[in-house]
């Protein structure tokens, strides 16, 4: 990113309001970084301050009596489970159905595809939530069945299903479903993005249109499609309520078919109403947990967006 | 089919391609094949429609790869497995949608609710309501005043602090270290758990205000919180795939570099930058936890975000449904909450629209 | 700046929407319904009252605030349902005026209301009551009788078919299937399931080896769902369930559990409830006018529910300023009078509190004073 160096002469314009300008409007765009910055720490502080007796507790008080690493060891493993799920169902299906609307569909029915994309992203979790315990669960208990009778031996398919089919797997489908429209749409934008002359190129070279957009949309895309997976991610892993109602908890189990497992959103809005003390201390450290997985992610994120920088058109 | 397929190819020899017709003679054997497999192991519609599209994309991928050769059997894989995926992807949301609508409608025809509010509705005015089958009163007006008033509030704050944010990371940094702290933290706020947002707003503004302090501004500042890096985070990405040459282009004419932005990059841009903005308040307006501690929860009608308690339409929705107006008939508030969330659908379709509309004002024309 | 258009969008939707709606009005019940309210006896007080607490109590709230409210027309109350802890530590923080909580005031939480409510603390009323049903979703059987042993083996998965003797053998009358049992508990830390518990280990302190607990115990079998209305639903929807609720919220689908109170077999009422509390002994060692509530599990008072929640208002000993000690009597007042209980038990169908109970909770409120 060297735009800088592009930055037209400076000096003696005719219009003097243009350097004021120019000097106005980059303090503006560096003070609001500051200020994302300023909060950050604030809400970062708040935190750790927060989670800090925590740390420093007897052990045999933190919920579970073997301290917090016991304590917070299986919902770490439980919220990777069911966004892991949703990200392996979500993120082909969401960029397939992105393409589809950038490069497949009739252009005509392609804007009102992507407005109906974009409108889904905006439902409320609670709803997703309360279709996902209603519905969905029911509807997955046979499946869930055959699954334990035919693949049982495979220990995430372990025995006996679940009688309500409230699994992690079904929090994770539903996850996907929240994340989808989220994935699809920023990629969408993206792949709207990726420069025609490239594509008419390649098809005048006489690939078909896979191979076009393989070697020419791809590629434009890769670190677009990374950041929209990361902004799903971010919700898959944050998301509360739909998870609250959708999951039938429990202690940690390989069987994504059977009630048990538990993310840190979940616990934290299913116990923070009643906590007190300690147990309050306790539910804040496991969103300082939270916290700390979310930015391991993105950083590994940034770190292969990085890696394909060249592809980016401010540089 | 099989035998179709090969005089075809015969007959299409020299150029090595199926006819035109072929897709269409390809699916109506799916479909035929597909109902006579399904008559064998009991019939559906739904396993029919299936099992006829995938019949139809094994066929037509190994009819390609026999006639056309490899490259445009991937391709016709690859077609279908676009359209196929997309398929996948509209049963889920189209039955979250349908239950929305199924639910929700009544509801929302319901006369008053609209302009009504919570104010007085108790658990015997609902019983009431079962058992001699009257209108079930009390209506969501106080809780859609107060989503859009919050919403908006979050939207002034976040929005010109995110994009200028994105602005200055994309154009002015020039990738040095502050750049870097501000992409990184950025990264970690979106990590940050919608709760602990709402915690953080209402301590602040204990700390500021005294304790207690719920409003509806309380919660916009919380939700700022959680929007900023989704704008941020978007408007980036969308500024950076802006090609350069335009940016050359308004230099060489001796254009300032605000201005560029202001009238090159940013219309160039416009149409994601919206389309994430759409995106992050659609993320935002449907959050229960952390308005829940910084706005309160109020069944009357309040227009002042600054002071006293507000509704709001996730609140509404999380509290009729998790704890019913009458315990004993529940009914009523179901119907309440489900109208509540076709209601807060059709919001954010006309904040959609009011963003597409944007964009398309703004936008240069294109090819496309 | 774009951003400013947006935003100029935004605020025509916002203008447009209220626009839409501009007549939107507070006046929703015909007025009509509840004109003869006899709560006010005295002068009506005026101002905002606010509280934070228990969900359970919500439906209750929503009675008492519409009747004090058209009996004050200058007063206000305004609710959130936060949850009994969240409702506690706000009281203690200073940040509302009272609280609703289904647990009454924990020792260290006493000692720190002191800072914001004076020297004498908080002082607990009890304002609601709730028998909790024990219910399940068996065909064509309506109810059961069980001792407590049987109920706390059933939710610890000891007992795992409805066909099982144990549940034969007091029911010779009832079609029991066999049909594997399902336990259902809530995943929400619950005032519900602390009261359950509490019952449980009390009553089948040999089968139930577990600590009370607002937590159902983690290593126990069984599916969960969040809230009263969510596990009602799991069970409806799934057959051979049973779980634990608050008898309002239980439906007619459902089957309840009579639960053996000495020799007998109790059904879930309201009367058995309130029996059940007036059976209580206040806690000791707390402020004179403190009405915390240790309930007696094990009772043998014929006719007495011992599965029941109590609820309490949780109020500031004292106020800094007349006007909120008048406007905190007022409503605490009329919350556990005659007339306040039957307004709640009409919209949440609780147990109204027995009239010597009452008596003794207006005069703990009576008690509310100015700060020194």
Redesign the interface.
Known sequence: MSTTKLAPAKGAGPERSGRIGDKVFSGAALGAGALIVTVLFAVALFLIVQALPTFTANPADITGGEGFFAYIFPIVIGTLIAATIALLIATPIGVAVALFISHYAPRSLARGLGYVVDLLAAIPSVVYGAWGASFLASQLKGPYAWLADNLGWIPIFGGPASGTGKTILTAGIVLAVMVLPIIASLTREIFLQAPMLHQEAALALGATRWEMIRMAVLPFARGGIISAVMLGLGRALGETMAVALVLSSGPLIASLIRSGNQTIAAEIALNFPEAFGLRMHELIAAGLVLFVITLAVNMVARWIINRHKEFSGAN | MATLMTERKRSALTRNRLPRYSPWAIAAGAVVVAAALMSLIGFNVFGWAVLSAVLFAVANVSAAAIVEGRRKAVDKMMTSLVYGAFLVALLPLVSVIWTVLVQGIPGLLTPGFLTTSMNGVTGAVDNASVENGTPVLGGVYHALVGSVLITLWATLISVPVGLLTAIYLVEYSAGNRFSKAITFLVDVMTGIPSIVAGLFAAAFFAMILGPGTKTGFVAAVALSVLMIPVVVRSSEEMLKIVPNELREAAYALGVRKWRTILKVVIPTAISGIASGITLAIARVIGETAPLLVTAGFATTINMNVFAGWMASLPTFIYTQIMTPTSPSNADPSTQRAWAAALLLIILVMLLNLGARLVARLFAPKTGR | ???????R??????V???A??A???????PPA?GGSSSAASGPSVTGTL?GTGA?SV??AM??W??GF??ANSGA?I?????????G???LI????QFAGSDAYL?D??LASAAEKCGPDGAIDVPWYISPIAVAFNVEGVKDLKLDADTVAKIFRGDIKNWNDPAIAEANPDAKLPDL?I?P?HR?????TTENFTDYLAAAASSVWTDKKS??WP??LP?????????VV??VT??A??VTYA?D??V?DALGKVELKVGDSFVPVTAEAAAKAVDAATVVEGRNANDLSLKLDRTTTVAGAYPAVLVSYGVFCASYPDQATVDLVKAFGTFAVSEDGQK?AA????SAPLSSELAAKAKAAVESISVAK
């Open positions: 700046m774009k951003a400013l258009h947006i935003g969008v935004a605020a025509v939707l916002a447009g929407a209220l839409l709606t007549c939107g009005t507070d006046s929703v019940v319904a606010t969900s919500s439906a929503d009675a605030k519409a409210e058209s206000k305004q609710y959130s349902p936060e949850g009994s802890g969240a506690r530590k706000a923080a200073g940040a509302v924990k260290e939480e594997a399902t259902v995943s929400d830390n619950s005032g607002g937590d983690a290593s069984g599916e969960n769902a969040k809230g009263t209305s969510g639903k799991t929807e799934t051979g369930a608050d309002s919220a439906t307004q009409d919209a949440a169908k």
